[in-house]
């Protein structure tokens, strides 16, 4: 990346100078980088929200370099210039995972530099503002499968199933053989079971124990997407593992592994999100908001229990 040619071009961004809540977010205008060598330029079409980006914005999370601060982790959009040596051509339709914590920044701006690895295709069938929400919880699902590695018939539970992780997780599970049972409410139980759980456990009061019982007895995994912590190690069996996010306030010592997932790892990995680039893991409605109204998306993802993608439209 080349900064030092930025100040030749400006472009939009979502923005902030001091952590704060919501109506810290300013539209600004911020330089545009040329590509470097194994780099392309995107086009940003949309930008999903996600609550890692709430954390950023809070200064929870870190953020690189001075004032304005632009946030976003996952984005979709067109290449429209390459560095040397770059894999991707003029006009290809792509989505990644930014860092705000990196020198690239984060993803709610116009264009976006970055490198090669950290970009996957969107096939021509799939919307882009469709596909900008698949590289966080994509990425996310297949970290969660891979520390899962359990053989066929094994059984796994997860918690917060009906939610955008979800919709990913369980297929994924399932294509592997393994026995899911979501945990949802009621109302939420058909889009579980479509999803592909083979049965599910209301939330609530007592849920361990109901699980337990449930199961025939303690489950060999828990992929926590709910963060519920210390309350689903009763239902793990010794030696079983419990996928957890965003930390683990819990003690641990119910003799299960507990293992985070750490989506940055998986930033130089964008090649490994065209796998799940098909529309059935892309079946949410989407409320989309301009950049102008980016106070009142993160106002939305903040509000909790969705079940809509939110996302920021650049174009």
């Given at each position: 990346m080349h900064p030092e040619t930025a100040s030749l071009t400006t472009g939009l961004a979502v923005a902030f100078t001091q952590p704060?809540?919501?109506?810290?977010?300013?539209?600004?205008?911020?330089?545009?980088?040329e590509p470097g060598p194994g780099e392309a330029r995107v086009r940003v079409?949309?930008?999903?929200?996600?609550?890692?980006?709430?954390?950023?914005?809070?200064?929870?999370?870190?953020?690189?370099?001075?004032?304005?601060?632009?946030?976003?982790?996952?984005?979709?959009?067109?290449?429209?210039?390459v560095g040397p040596d770059s894999l991707w051509r003029t006009g290809d339709r792509v989505m990644g995972m930014a860092l705000p914590s990196s020198p690239y920044g984060g993803a709610y701006r116009e264009r976006l530099v970055a490198p090669d690895d950290t970009l996957g295709a969107v096939p021509d069938h799939i919307e882009l503002d469709q596909a900008a929400t698949l590289p966080m919880n994509g990425h996310t699902?297949?970290?969660?499968?891979?520390?899962?590695?359990?053989?066929?018939?094994?059984?796994?539970?997860?918690?917060?199933?009906?939610?955008?992780?979800g919709a990913i997780i369980l297929p994924l599970a399932a294509a592997e053989g393994l026995r899911v049972i979501g945990v949802c409410s009621d109302d939420d139980r058909p889009i579980v079971l479509e999803r592909g759980a083979a049965s599910t456990v209301a939330r609530g009061d007592d849920l361990a124990e109901r699980l337990v019982v449930?199961?025939?007895?303690?489950?060999?995994?828990?992929?926590?997407?709910a963060v519920i912590d210390d309350a689903i190690l009763p239902a793990v069996r010794p030696g079983g593992v419990v996928v957890t996010l965003r930390g683990w306030a819990g003690s641990g010592d119910s003799g299960a592994r507990v293992v985070p997932v750490?989506?940055?790892?998986?930033?130089?990995?964008?090649?490994?999100?065209?796998?799940?680039?098909?529309?059935?893991?892309?079946?949410?409605p989407l409320e989309i908001f301009t950049p102008h109204?980016?106070?009142?998306?993160?106002?939305?993802?903040?509000?909790?229990?969705?079940?809509?993608?939110?996302?920021?439209?650049?174009?």
């Open positions: 704060g809540g919501p109506d810290v977010l300013h539209v600004t205008r911020v330089p545009v980088a079409e949309a930008a999903a929200v996600h609550p890692s980006d709430i954390a950023v914005r809070a200064g929870v999370m870190p953020i690189a370099g001075p004032p304005p601060h632009v946030p976003g982790m996952a984005y979709a959009g067109v290449v429209e210039a699902a297949i970290q969660a499968m891979r520390v899962l590695d359990l053989p066929p018939g094994s059984t796994v539970v997860v918690t917060g199933a009906a939610g955008a992780l449930h199961a025939g007895g303690p489950v060999d995994a828990a992929v926590d997407l750490m989506v940055p790892r998986e930033w130089h990995a964008g090649r490994q999100l065209q796998k799940l680039a098909d529309a059935r893991y892309l079946t949410r109204r980016a106070e009142e998306a993160h106002a939305r993802v903040q509000s909790g229990r969705l079940r809509s993608g939110v996302v920021i439209d650049f174009r």
